[in-house]
């Protein structure tokens, strides 16, 4: 299985601050026959389920704040969130889809500082 | 479209659970359909997915214990995970794989399911 790594485990951001969390892979989830890269990110708040912000690596998924951005490729991805509101505490999750089974990061946790 | 999971909150070790998900607001014949769960240990993982015609995967780490199946007629899907431990300890999610075919990333999920395995 691949195994995804993120970084930090939990990170505090000041409101208005932009905030990075990484992920990486154990070994690459791009595909060189359609170049793209089979990486998703996922928002969960307390009590929730988990949000599909993201996929392919940077495509926003329908609905999600532009503040929200996903890049990287191969095995190492970054999601930002430009300009950070209090209603962005979450845990956030990486996930890849490029072998089965999928698997995910252990999650990195945003708070406000 | 939404999600719903139902089934029994507790199982004693070694029995069998049985969930089932409802859809509600989309055809359950158009998309893939899968099980994740979620505890401190483990984090995410993913249990498998089932579609029309019986097309099934499952994580091969849990493949032995886990049979899902799908019934167009009331629009639902089910797990049936046997042999039951206090490791199974987590909550269960049903979600929707965004588009059959390009990959297994879930654009839509139920609230989930704790399920408790204990004596």
């Known amino acids: 299985d691949i195994v995804m790594t993120q970084s930090p485990d939990s990170l505090a951001v000041s409101l208005g601050e932009r905030a990075t969390v990484n992920c990486k892979s154990s070994?690459?989830?791009?595909?060189?026959?359609?170049?793209?890269?089979?990486l998703a990110w996922y928002q969960q708040k307390a009590g929730q389920p988990p949000k599909l912000l993201i996929y392919w690596a940077s495509t926003r998924e329908s609905g999600v704040p532009d503040r929200f951005s996903g890049s990287g490729s191969e095995t190492d991805f970054t999601l930002t969130i430009s300009s950070l509101q209090a209603e962005d505490v979450a845990v956030y999750y990486c996930?890849?889809?490029?072998?089965?089974?999928?698997?995910f990061g252990q999650g990195t946790k945003l708070e406000i500082k | 479209v939404q999600l719903q999971e139902s089934g029994p909150g507790l199982v004693k070790p070694s029995e069998t659970l049985s969930l089932t998900c409802t859809v509600s607001?989309?055809?359950?014949?158009?998309?893939?359909w899968s099980w994740l769960r979620q505890s401190p240990g483990k984090g995410l993982e993913y249990i498998g997915y089932v579609y029309i015609g019986a097309t099934t995967y499952y994580n091969p780490s849990l493949r032995s214990r886990v049979t899902m199946s799908l019934d167009t007629s009331k629009n639902q899907f089910s797990l049936k995970m046997t042999s039951m431990t206090t490791a199974d300890t987590a909550v269960y999610y049903c979600?929707?794989?965004?588009?059959?075919?390009?990959?297994?990333?879930?654009?839509?999920w139920g609230q989930g399911t704790l399920v408790t395995v204990s004596s």
């Open positions: 607001g989309g055809s359950i014949s158009t998309h893939y």
């Open positions: 996930q890849q889809y490029y072998t089965t089974p999928p698997t």
């Open positions: 070994q690459s989830v791009l595909d060189n026959s359609n170049n793209k890269n089979y």
């Open positions: 979600a929707r794989i965004a588009v059959a075919g390009e990959g297994l990333w879930f654009d839509s």
